[in-house]
Structures are given as structure tokens and as C-alpha cells.
């Protein structure tokens, strides 16, 4: 499969140069443009709405990606990207529908934003007036308190030259599960059984505000600001029962807090110079993160013992990016960027112990306080050309330059090339076939260089200074295929080739850390379907199918087996259903999904989550129920379960045999949901 993968890249390449240079270009033009007539059934009531209801198209975030120079979110408002790191779904979700005018659905590989590939949405509005939206989604579900105060509200507008929309929200959450943990012996023999019980509670109060300033046709400035809190409660109880003597008979009392501050600003302004245009962007992110967890042991209602973990945690990024494009022809796009990064964290932490005599005092963990910095430069030139009126393409070449240092002294530096060729082949209006081979560079977390500890699960994680980011060889082949009346399908076939890839290993003899391996693969196939019954006779029907196969490999860094790598996602299949009712304000439907991950993996223990369902929910809707639209739900009719396995072995996994094995399995019963939205 590896060889195979390599050939496939070099295939796509070789064709890809092949092509460029034997094909000439004419004009670009929206492969398909969708009016909001095409939504009116669904009653939006923001551009998200309409975005989630394009046949086969799926946003893509670029809020994880490094920097601002890949790409971004595949989403333009009125031919331009969105500043930043914005959430794409947010931005969309403070547009009322009202003021969209269409939605173009463009080729990534025909534009001159570097990195942008596959299918791209353009939402086009026209802002008049003063207008908003407002959502309330509340919550009942066994055992957890009433959730109310899932709200959000926004408006927009304009005045003389300038637009803005502003979104004031709280995404609240009151979740729960609850169930027995079995613990058996390398033999099987049961030795303790644990009645746990989990309640996980949020709140996440934010503001955020979009500007928009066209002073005049040719220059266009924005500005984004967000602000939010994120005060998170989360609390285990586990009873635990001897069924024979290896076992223990006591309580346990998991709880953990985090009292998060964020915020973001993101600029822009875009302007014509000389034979071409200029545009500055800069972005700058915090967060502050306090958080505590505390573990405590009973034993007849008596503390026996505990453990107290404690870090604040304050991160920042700055980025100042500058691209400069222009044109040679009406069929050939050039644009230079040039990008600098500022990262940190700095971290204090604090762990504490204590026993039934003692209070708690204070355990020496080294490498659990530290500052990390990251200096980063980047150049990169990039060219799309039309080569006629069925091939586009998109090349770019570049490299960054970087600077880690950590409190201490450590100081790296690394220079890594990166770089992509894509293309869009399109026989008919109806079939689109694009090709990407590119050359990739990893976003490190910088939490992985500093020391830290799991209290619950007993489990300290060595902070790694000598941590690279990943390097990667990734090519796709994606088929999209338009059948007509909102029918279609998509297929992406991609493979990785990972070096220095991040990953567990153990260090030293007893210290286990994320680190680098040398080498490891990925490849998988997607498909997204969307079939409607009109052309059958269901007038009103739609059903989305969507798939996920993936596989991995990388030879394991303690027992030099292969397996997959850490969580990695094996495979997702999902199914959405939804009728709306012709000559009606009525609508109901289904959505039913199940995934799987691979196992992670740790110097003494291998842990697999899995969610044992399907996921499902039902819902019935009236889109004009007194002005609002109504849509009761609920979820997780087939009452799925929160399932955890937890092997654990005498020593480290190459050394040792296998002591015992923690099953977990926690339900939290089908529960209700209600939306409740409107516009004005």
C-alpha cells in the first residue's frame, strides 16, 4: 500500500506538469449558483442554514491549521476570505438569510488564495436595514439539571459605508452518564465492580462583532473581535465493591474546574497597487486557563488519600501576514505572501498530595512550569492559472523558517519547505475531478513540551523539549458528481506519508511523553451523498449519506509491532433523513450515525473509547409557528453508551504481561431537545 500511495502521488504530479504546461485558459465562472429559492423549503433563517443545506458540500475549518497561509476555511463572504482564524460556522451564523442574495459554488484550485482546494462556497448578501436572528435551545435529560441558556442572538446591518453584525451567545451544556466499570485479572476472574456516576456542566458566554469598511469599490477593510468565557464543571463519583480480596471496597471522588478567558481580534484591508493588489492581515488570540482537578479516596466516609493538580495556563498568538497579488493575463493569477508568528505558553503548576493524617502538601514535578515560545517566518509563491475551460490550476512553493525556545536555555531552529500543486479537471458541467499533492508542516501543541498529570487515571506525562513538528507527503484524488435537482455525490480518495510524526513514546525507563516517530502512513477514502425523492415521486424528501474509511500504520516506538496510530479514526457512516411536508409548514426526520477510532496507546496501557449506539435523533418541525420556527427533537433513541477499556500491564507494554482490564460502560437514556428561532 506504501509504494502503491507513492506512485499514486507521483502520478498526479507528473499529469498535473503534463497538463499546465500543454493547455491554455479563458475566464473563471461559478460552477453552480443556488438562489435562495432553493432553501425556501428548509425556512432559514441565517447563512448557515442555507450553507448546511448545499448538496454535498462540508465546511472546512481553519481554525487547527499553522498560520493564516493554508487555505483557511473553504468559505468567502462576497469573494472574500474570512479574516483570520474566524469560525467559519459562526461568522455564517450571524448573516441573516434574508440578506443573502445567492451562493456560488466555486473550484478552491481557480482562485488566488493559496491552499484553498475542492469545492468553495461564496455567500453573496446585500445587507438593508437592520435585521437579526435569535435561537433558544433548551435541554431536559434524566438526572441533570433543566439546561436553559443555550441562546444566541445577533444583528446586522449598515451604516453609509460600513456593515457589522454582532452576536451575543451562551452555548450551555448539562450532560451526564452513569453505569458500572468491571475490573478483571489477566484471566478474567472479576476482583471489583465500580458504580461510577459523571456529570459534565458549561457555559460559554461570548460576544462577537464583524466590521466591514468599503470606502470605495477597490478597497475593502474588516475587522473581527470575539470575546468569551468558558466556566467548565465536570465530577465523578465511583462506588467501588471487592468481589474477592485483589479488590477494594471504598469511594472515589474525581472532580475538575476550568474558568477560561479567550479573546481574538482579526484585521484586514486590501487595496490596489501598482499592476496589482494589496492585502495586510493580522491576527492576534489569548487565552487564559485556569484549571484544578482533585482525586480523593474513602474508605467508610473517612479521606485515606488524595491528589491536587493545579496549572494556569495563558496562551497567545500573533500573526501578521501580507499578500501581494496581480495578474500577467485574464487567465493567469500570481501572489506573494509573507507571514510572521508569535507564540507562547507559560505555564505554573502544582501537585499535591495528602493522606487521612496529613494535609495536603506540596510533590516536586519536574518540568510541569515552563514557558514555551515559538518564533515563525514564512514566504510562499503561489500561481493559479485557467488552462482552459475544463482544467484549473493552483501551484505554490515556500518554506518557514522557526525558533522554539523553553524556559531553560533550550533554544532550536528549523527550516522546513512546504509547498502544494492541485488541479480541477471538468469533463461536463456535472463531473468535477481534482488532484492535490502536497508537502505539509504539522502545528505543534506546545502543552506537549511541559510535564503535566492525570489524577483520576494516576498518570504523569513527561514534558518532551526536543519536540518537532511533523512533516508529511499528502495526495488526494477527489470526484464530484452532480446528478442535477440538488442530487449529487463526492468521493476523495488521500493518502499521507508522516515523518517526525507526533505521537507517545517512552522516554527514558519509565517516563512516557509525546515525541516523534520516524515514519508513519495514512490513507482513507470519504464519500457524501445527497439524494432527493422529487425526481422519484417524494416530493420533499432528502436523505445524505455520508462514509469514512481510514487506516494506518506506524511501527509502535516499544514493541516495534505495527499498529494504528493513537485515536486514530477507523471508520464513520451516518445517515440524515428530512421531509418537508409539500403545501405545509410541517417537516420531520432522522439522522443516524456510529464511528470508530483506534485504540491509544501508553508505556503500561492501551485505552479505547467508543461510543456503543448507534447516535441517533428524531425530529418533527413547524417552520411558522406564530413567526418562529419550532423544531423539537430527541436524542439518542437507541440509549447508546459511553464505553471505556482500559488494559493495563505489570511494567512497561514490551517488558510486562497484562495485570487487568477496567470495561466501563455509561448510559445517559434518550433525552429532549428543543429549538426555538426566528428572524426579524
Excluded at 533 to 544: Q, S, V
Amino acid at each position: 500500500m506504501h509504494s502503491l500511495l507513492m506512485r499514486l502521488a507521483t502520478c498526479l504530479f507528473i499529469v498535473t506538469l503534463l497538463i499546465s504546461s500543454a493547455l491554455r485558459a479563458e475566464e473563471l465562472t461559478a460552477s453552480e449558483s443556488y438562489n435562495p429559492d432553493f432553501f425556501s423549503q428548509y425556512a432559514p433563517n441565517t447563512a448557515l442554514d442555507m450553507v448546511s443545506r448545499l448538496p454535498g458540500f462540508m465546511i472546512s475549518f481553519a481554525e487547527n491549521k499553522r498560520g493564516l497561509g493554508q487555505g483557511g476555511a473553504n468559505i468567502l463572504i462576497n469573494g472574500e476570505r474570512i479574516t483570520g482564524k474566524t469560525d467559519a460556522n459562526s461568522q455564517l451564523g450571524r448573516i441573516s438569510a434574508k440578506n443573502v442574495t445567492r451562493i456560488e459554488i466555486l473550484d478552491g484550485a481557480s482562485l488566488d488564495i493559496p491552499g484553498l482546494t475542492g469545492e468553495v462556497a461564496n455567500i453573496i448578501t446585500a445587507t438593508s436595514g437592520i435585521s437579526g436572528t435569535w435561537s433558544w435551545s433548551p435541554q431536559v435529560r434524566r438526572r441533570q439539571p433543566v439546561s436553559l441558556g443555550h441562546i444566541h442572538a445577533t444583528v446586522s446591518g449598515e451604516y453609509k459605508n460600513w456593515t457589522y453584525s454582532a452576536e451575543l451567545r451562551n452555548e450551555q451544556r448539562r450532560n451526564g452518564n452513569w453505569g458500572i466499570e468491571k475490573v478483571t485479572a489477566a484471566d478474567g476472574t472479576l476482583f471489583e465492580t465500580r458504580n461510577e456516576d459523571g456529570q459534565y456542566q458549561a457555559d460559554t458566554p461570548g460576544l462577537l462583532i464583524d466590521l466591514s469598511w468599503k470606502p470605495a469599490a477597490d478597497r475593502t477593510g474588516n475587522i473581527n473581535l470575539e470575546y468569551n468565557r468558558h466556566n467548565y464543571r465536570e465530577r465523578e463519583l465511583s462506588n467501588r465493591t471487592a468481589i474477592t480480596s485483589r479488590g477494594n471496597t471504598l469511594d472515589t471522588i474525581f472532580s475538575f474546574g476550568e474558568d477560561e478567558t479567550n479573546g481574538s481580534i482579526g484585521t484586514d484591508y486590501e487595496f490596489p497597487l501598482a499592476n496589482g493588489t494589496l492585502k495586510t492581515i493580522a491576527y492576534h488570540r489569548f487565552e487564559e486557563s485556569p484549571t484544578a482537578s482533585i482525586f480523593e479516596v474513602f474508605e467508610t466516609n473517612n479521606l485515606v488519600q488524595g491528589s491536587r493538580f493545579s496549572r494556569q495556563a495563558d496562551e497567545s498568538e500573533s500573526i501578521l501576514r501580507t499578500e501581494y497579488s496581480w495578474n500577467t493575463s485574464e487567465e493567469s493569477d500570481w501572489q506573494i505572501g509573507i507571514e510572521g508568528a508569535f507564540n507562547v505558553l507559560d505555564i505554573e503548576a502544582q501537585l499535591q498530595t495528602r493522606t487521612a493524617q496529613e494535609n495536603y502538601t506540596d510533590v516536586a514535578l519536574e518540568g510541569a512550569s515552563s514557558r514555551v515560545e515559538e518564533k515563525r517566518s514564512e514566504l510562499t509563491l503561489t500561481h493559479s492559472r485557467k488552462l482552459n475551460d475544463k482544467w484549473d490550476l493552483q501551484a505554490s512553493l515556500g518554506g518557514e523558517f522557526s525558533e522554539l525556545s523553553q524556559t531553560g536555555g533550550l533554544t532550536r531552529e528549523f527550516t522546513r519547505p512546504k509547498g502544494f500543486i492541485s488541479s480541477t479537471y471538468k469533463p461536463d458541467d456535472s463531473l468535477s475531478i481534482r488532484t492535490k499533492l502536497e508537502r505539509e508542516v504539522g502545528q505543534l501543541s506546545f502543552f506537549d513540551f511541559i510535564s503535566s498529570v492525570s489524577v483520576i487515571d494516576d498518570l504523569n506525562s513527561t514534558g518532551n523539549v526536543n519536540l518537532v513538528p511533523s512533516q508529511s507527503w499528502y495526495a488526494e484524488v477527489e470526484f464530484d458528481k452532480d446528478f442535477g435537482e440538488g442530487n449529487s455525490t463526492t468521493i476523495n480518495i488521500y493518502g499521507s506519508k508522516i515523518s517526525d510524526l507526533v505521537d507517545r513514546i517512552p522516554v527514558g525507563d519509565s517516563g512516557d511523553a509525546v515525541g516523534n516517530i520516524d515514519s508513519a502512513y495514512q490513507y482513507g477514502l470519504t464519500t457524501n451523498t445527497t439524494v432527493k425523492g422529487d425526481r422519484w415521486g417524494y416530493a420533499g424528501t432528502e436523505l445524505i449519506i455520508g462514509l469514512d474509511l481510514q487506516k494506518s500504520e506506524v511501527d509502535d516506538p516499544l514493541t516495534g509491532i505495527s499498529r494504528r496510530l493513537n485515536g486514530d479514526e477507523k471508520y464513520y457512516w451516518g445517515l440524515d433523513f428530512r421531509h418537508d411536508i409539500p403545501d405545509t409548514e410541517w417537516a420531520y426526520g432522522f439522522s443516524v450515525s456510529q464511528d470508530k477510532d483506534a485504540p491509544r496507546y501508553r508505556l503500561n496501557n492501551i485505552g479505547q473509547y467508543e461510543f456503543k449506539g448507534p447516535r441517533s435523533s428524531i425530529f418533527i418541525e413547524h417552520k411558522n409557528f406564530y413567526g418562529m420556527k419550532v423544531t423539537p427533537s430527541i436524542v439518542n433513541l437507541f440509549s447508546g453508551t459511553d464505553d471505556f477499556t482500559r488494559q493495563l500491564f505489570t511494567d512497561r507494554r514490551d517488558l510486562g504481561v497484562l495485570d487487568f482490564t477496567e470495561s466501563r460502560s455509561r448510559g445517559f437514556d434518550p433525552f429532549f431537545s428543543l429549538e426555538v428561532s426566528s428572524t426579524f
